[in-house]
């Protein structure tokens, strides 16, 4: 709606007025109109939105929807020619100028038309009945309740009410042995009930865990392929270098990996018999007890793949609705008696459904806690109940503009995908979703939106960060069908795949491409009006239907993300994309990379996964003006790129983000231009002086932003590091160490006072040496998590008040550890998590975790040991 459309064009036409001042010359006068008129749009909507169900107000939101992106498509033709003609003659541009300043001025005069019919609306707004917004936005809420509503609810399998019988009689069912055969084990019920988190729920039981040799979970969801289930599975066993086999040979593939083995896999929402008929086969049963574990809707699934009759999963009961939503709504806290009565209203009304009860709970959490709003909302919720998926729009519809989108933009990636959160932040960013002021990083910005939708359950944590942070989320599939409809309603994005081709509509803002076929190349993607292009593929050979992309290159693009694709090259021709601001290019096999890709002017976020270790040309220094974001994962320890000297000048102020870097020569200097860094990874070789590394460790010292710091560091440089680190910036939170052979533990007394490190990480491969580590009183004051891997430790000693505010402990690959002092342990409420994970745990020290474990004060600490091959 234009709500959503008419803050991302005035955001996109102030960001460019930012980037070149005098590219607009000569037609100001109409562009600051526009602007103008476009805040005042801003106000308006925002005062009416309350009244959108009166059909001549809607009617006149979709004139300004339209009208919006009218004048993003002149304003953009216009500077495009002007760019390009730069490149040619000043006669030429002068021309153009001209040329469009008539376009720009007649788009002018449209937009005054309907500002003139707005005015005339909001002067008379008693005669049309247009009043304000019932409901108070974000912004009018006092300042202490909202910082308290917005704490981070994460809905957990541990948080789940009513499953306890359901859990105790499906684990039994796996890991029974009296049926040895293969069993088949379905989870039935309506959508929303819960089935996929039960499931989880007891995927990641400590008994079932323990009992299976190897375990596999996989989503099959409505669009499903044979081919891409079964590689899901074998993924989860090997890994796939070659994804060019038939479904014919993966099905034996699959079948000889889990041959000998018990195994469970769970198949997470069939919706047709098919599905079974399909992959059966390469299931062996071998009388060992292996089990199938399925979700589905659809019963007729449920007994086609089982003649066990399936779990039918129920609503809950009052009682069991009341607490979810209590859970929901106060996490922890206390219900006020005179909400308790309209609160199990409430809960009653949800009908019983948990994803319901959810969602209303994400909306109460956000609202005021009175009598009065909650009375309101006992008149209200039945009927969005009654309304079917209406009922989702509840949710949906009292989010503020700025999150609208950012919810809607979740619904551009597939089906069931768990959604790496930075890499969505950088999305955002760049589509001009995020709004910050100067005094506001927009990255704190973007993960307090996070946090909103996450507080309102309309996404789901999916798994977090060791620093509490969310790592990866998910949408359920009710809501990501909510987001699709208004999406294509409002000309959000649109979505191209094999089944939906012929509905795509050419006047999206944005397009996600997916299961495409061969179809796509006779597809004409020259008219539509997309400003962004996310692909994500399946790891086959796109290199056809890349080449058609360029063929049809999208001149207004500003993001676009590759993702899964495997293709030739980039060629030059994406030197066309002159306004693209975030380029992802990920899990993408490229041979070669286009030197276009340095050339553009108001690239922000650059992220690249290349097999190469190579210089990055001295074109790179030109994007760098407004490059916020530079990282090439994946090969930091195997070499990745380091730069060319920087030129003189101003240091580059936007760039907050950079990884991974080879130190050389000019690293230091380098690392000098980026005075705002909050992220560096750097790789050290052995074939480094020592002077550079000092040079660049006393670089860093003047980073005063500087949050995060992972360091690929050799044996030898470990020490020259290692007594730079207490010279770090004391803003640091977390700090990442992989060396090899042996660990300078004189690290550990450098970082151990570091006011504000609360993440903490040493991996040392093919570690030589036993040691026994001790924690002083003092150490550490905030660290939450401690993970070591590899490390030849024998002891974990800590004085009384080391570490006080640890979390998790976790040990990976340290097979030598034998004990832990179990009461210093037991001082640490805090503690959350001790993880052991190796190829063997001794048995002094699964002793001692037992008795901890036992003794341990509520709530509870989470004991895991695995005993298995870590990777």
Known sequence: MADIVVPIVLENLIKLGTYEANLLLGVRDQVDTLESDLRFIKVFLKKSAGTRNDPFVEELVNQIRDAALGIEDVIDTYAARVIKERRRNLLGKLFHCFGHAMVLHGVANKTTRIMNKVENIYNNKEKYGIGEADQPSVDDEEPEQSSIERRRRNVEEDDVVGFEKDTATLIDQLINQINLQRDVITIHGMGGLGKSTLARKIYKDTRVVNHFACRAWVVVSQQW????????????????????????????????????????????????????DEVRVAFPDESNGSRILITTRVRDVARHASPTPPHDLKLLDESDSWELLRKEVFRGRECPPDLTELGKKIAKSCGGLPLS???????????????????????????????????????????????????????????????????????????GLIQSDRSTSIYDVAEDYLEKLIDRSMIQVATNRLDGGVKTCRMHDLLRDLCIAESRRDKFFDTYSIDNSVSHNRNSRRLSIRHISAEFLNFDLSSSCARSLLFFGAGVDYSPICMSVWKHIYK?????????????????????????????????????????????RYLETLHLELESNRLLPKGIWSVMKHLRYLYMPGFAYYGSFHFSKPPLGEPFRNLQVLSWVDVNHNTALVIAKFPNLRKLGLHFYDAIEESEVENVMASIRKLESLQKFKIGCPTRHCSKVGSSLNLLPSALTKFSLTTSDTFNWDMLKFLARKPHLRVLKIHVRNAIGLH??????????????????????????????????????????????????????????????VEVCGRRVPAKLKTVLTNFKNKSPAPPCKINITERQYP
């Open 357 to 431: 009860i959810v969602l209303v709970g994400g909306t109460l959490a956000a609202e005021k806690k009175s009598h009065q709003v909650w009375l309101r909302f006992v008149a209200n919720v039945n009927l969005y109940l009654k309304q079917g998926i209406s009922f989702l729009t509840l949710s949906y519809d009292h989010l503020p503009p700025e999150l609208k989108a950012c919810f809607l933009y979740l619904g551009l990636f597939p089906e069931d995908s768990e959604i790496n959160v930075r890499d969505l932040i950088e999305l955002w960013i760049g589509e």
């Open 225 to 276: 392929q044979a081919k891409t289930l079964l590689l899901d599975v074998l993924k989860s066993f090997k890994q796939i270098s070659d994804e060019t086999a038939t479904a014919e040979e993966l099905k034996t593939d699959l079948k000889d990996q889990l041959k000998g083995k018990r195994y469970l896999i769970v198949m997470d929402d069939i919706w047709s018999t098919q599905v079974w």
């Open 556 to 600: 207004f693009i500003r993001v676009l993300r590759l993702f899964g694709l495997e293709f030739k090259k980039i060629p030059s021709q994406i030197d066309e994309l002159i306004f693209l601001r975030c380029l992802f290019i990920k899990r993408c096999r490229v041979d070669h990379v286009s030197s276009s890709i340095w050339k553009f």
């Open 772 to 833: 026994k580590l001790s924690v002083a009183a003092g150490d550490f004051p905030q660290l939450q998590a401690l993970k070591l891997r590899g490390l030849n430790i024998q002891t974990l000693g800590m004085e009384k008040d080391a570490m006080p505010n640890l979390e998790s402990l976790i040990f990976r690959g340290c097979e030598y550890l034998e004990y832990l002092q179990e009461d210093e342990l037991l001082c640490r409420t805090n503690l959350k998590l």
